[in-house]
């Protein structure tokens, strides 16, 4: 069922995610919640008006809970959105309303929901297109979309060419059917598949003018409630299974506990269906008459979601984080959301390019969702702040594999980079040195460390005697480790199978040539590492070893 279901929970639904109020100026909030207000219209005229889902349903909840928040944190800049199913409605009534659904936020709202109420069932939210279908004397009269919940428009024409929708049926009374129309997949497995479009191919076919055999054969029909049926659950499923509607009666089943209810929702999030779902509907088998509905969220069903797949995050800050050998990593740091139990307050982008693409700023907001269930990634920016902050960002000319060997303006990223490489296990291997202890020291060399002595290391902020005893011998351990593992740490590029013993005034006598006849190397790599030896920055760096007695050097 898809995001016009009611959002009278929502207030409830997304509380985990609220973020604490911005800090706007009166005229800035003006122009934000405008600007959302106007991003949400244009998504329900896409959604209701053009049979097209620009966003998830989870990310529009989110988005439209997002504009709550900030009307109540800006009161007085508060503005009227459009209503969400303003204009959605055709020229056909629905004559039994659609009602939508309330969410339920968790299982403590589940157990309260269910709590005094008794005669309960529990299907699949199957996410597709809504329906309404009218038999009478035993043949299809009409099929009439969700629309406004109170008029849709006339599918008929398309819906007798869908072979899921039967044709005819065998009673002569009137018969009105509430259901979904899904595009078929086989072994559909929600936890791993997501919706992947499918709500949108249902509602693509929907909304062309013709409907063709192949996608015809593709739509399938979940019959949901049956609103002028028996009282009963019970005998409403009967006559159901009796008309042919197996399928939708089969994942229509009684509902005890709670246990039972997260059981049913944990089975459907992982096992195959053959549509697409996004959490369970709870409903109690005994209801009102069909014709005192209306189109707003009954008390007698409601719905409880799957985890939700994306989070919408706000950006906090965007930085450039500068590796080893130059390469700039754009960091965006975000408003803390919580995805699959964990908290996710920072994502990399990957690489500069990918952020000169999306021109992520601080305030956008942006959807996040986890890669392989544990690595944080960015999939779209949602939208985008109306005020532009201006960044600096590094110049990639000037960060290279050569680059940033002392904490120069510009180059502490880099530089940090550079000692963690080389008291890392990559290089030296120091033990008890990490990020934290080079930052304390304060460095403003690589091997500036070399010279530091007990007494020295005492009197620097952080240290105390005894540590700075066990650094001194952690230090005192680098001289005893090999040449080649030294050019390691000092970032020599990668060599192939090019032989590096026979010490630095071997190696340094070796032109791009040479190293190239090596396997492994090629002709890029030969340039580097001749390079490497002749960059006046290394050469420092070999003197202060050789100054230190590093064998080899």
Known sequence: MPRWIALSLLPFAFDCLAAPCPDWSAEQARRELAALAAQLADWDDAYHRQGRSPI??????????????WQACFPAEAITPTAQLQGAGGPVAHPVAQTGLAKLRDADAVRTWMAGRDDLWIQPKVDGVAVTLVYRDGRLQQAISRGDGRSGQDWTARARLIGAIPQHLPRNDELILQGELYWRVAEHVQARDGGNGLRGLAAGAMARGTLDEPRARQVGLFVWDWPNGPASMTERLQDLRAMGFADSVALTLPLRTLEEASQWRERWYHQPLPFASDGVVLRQGRRPAGDSWIAEPPSWAAAWKYPPRQALAQVRAVQFQIGRTGRITPLLQLQAVELDGRQVRRVSLGSLQRWRELDVRPGDQVAIALAGLTIPR???VVWRSQQRMVLQVPDPAQHHALSCFRPTPGCASQFAARLQWLGGKQGLALPGVG??????????????WLALADEELARRPGFGPRSAASLSASFASARQRPFTQWLRALSLPPSGSAPLQGGWTALAAREATDWDAYAGVGTTRAAQLAAFFRHPEVLQLREQLQRSGIEGF
């Open 56 to 69: 998830s349903d989870e990310l529009y909840d989110q988005s439209r809970q997002r504009l709550e928040d």
């Open 378 to 380: 960015l999939d779209a």
């Open 435 to 448: 990020a934290g202890t080079w930052e304390k020291l304060q460095l403003q060399g690589l091997l500036d």
